[in-house]
């Protein structure tokens, strides 16, 4: 029995970890990642979609062209047709790519208007921008802090630092604090940049956003399997815009309440624990 139920979390472990995998971007990937969300999902099978289509097309359109040079050659004694207007062609010619454009335009818009809806989200986390971090705030919850480039990282990135950077575990995609985030949960983001223009970019999330001074763009996500998925800043914000990455620790509802107390506790200004604890009157 032991050893059954030790197969299982060794299968279970496996497949949560070889998933964060796949969720992430891998060196010399060609292709989207899948990503971790429904959102994500539909984006990257819209990709699919729309690249076979593109494919189909250019095996007609090519195949036809070839076929006619080939075919159709002067050196076979063909002719050119003298007519310059076919009804029924230009029809044929119009219908079909306006078909196709139909075809494409109703999941592309499904697709938009499901990541624009960020209504009856559970949790909101304001994102901030900076040259070159990030502030995170749980809205409502008294959480806050910054999240900046790992320690480890920044030392290897710097000239004549000495430290070979293949010898960095995640180089210049870990940072300090990463974003945590409940699983199974609708969480809705409000992104602006204190300074210059920033985009939070997660490629397992399925979207990117702007973050602009003075400006609020929104987002959402729900991640359902548990992880950790890394991402980097997409706006070119700044000499140092390659040491912004972005890593989401995606945690259980329970452990994410834990977390959550936890980071509340430690802002709690010093003395509110003893202050509130109850008073015991001396003895008489």
């Known amino acids: 029995m ?11 472990l496996a497949l949560l970890v070889s998933t964060s995998l796949m969720a992430n971007p891998e060196p010399w990937q060609l292709n989207m990642t899948p990503g971790v969300t429904s959102t994500s999902q539909d984006v990257y099978h819209l990709h699919m979609l729309i690249l076979w289509i593109c494919v189909a097309i250019g095996v007609v359109v090519f195949g036809a062209m070839f076929y006619a040079m080939f075919k159709f050659r002067k ?21 079909i790519p306006v078909l196709i454009l139909l075809g494409m335009a109703w999941p592309a818009t499904k697709t938009l208007v499901k990541m624009d809806d960020t209504g009856n ?6 994102i901030t921008g900076y040259q070159w971090k990030w502030r995170y705030e749980y809205l409502g919850e008294d959480v806050k802090f910054m999240s900046s480039l790992a320690r480890a990282a920044d030392e290897a990135r710097q000239v004549g630092s000495g430290i070979d950077p293949n010898s960095v575990e995640n180089y210049l995609l870990d940072v300090d604090r990463p974003l945590v985030i409940p699983t199974g949960t609708k969480v809705r983001f409000v992104i602006t940049a204190d300074d210059v223009i920033h985009a939070w ?15 609020i763009n929104e987002a959402w996500t729900q991640v359902d399997e548990p992880g950790v998925y890394r991402g980097q800043c997409a706006e070119l914000c700044g000499k140092d815009h390659g040491f912004m990455p972005i890593v989401v620790v995606a945690k259980p509802r329970a452990e994410f309440d834990a ?8 802002n709690a200004p010093a003395g509110t624990v003893a202050q509130s604890a109850p008073v015991t009157p001396p003895a008489i």
């Open 2 to 12: 032991k050893r059954q139920l030790g197969q299982i979390a060794c299968t279970g």
């Open 75 to 95: 050196s076979q004694g063909a002719v050119a047709a003298k007519f310059s207007h076919n009804t029924t062609a230009e029809i044929i010619w119009t219908v």
């Open 259 to 266: 977390w959550l107390a936890e980071q509340k506790a430690a």
């Open 201 to 215: 970019w997660v490629p397992s999330l399925g979207w990117k956003q702007d973050a602009i001074p003075g400006f």
């Open 121 to 126: 989200a559970e949790l909101t986390v304001k």
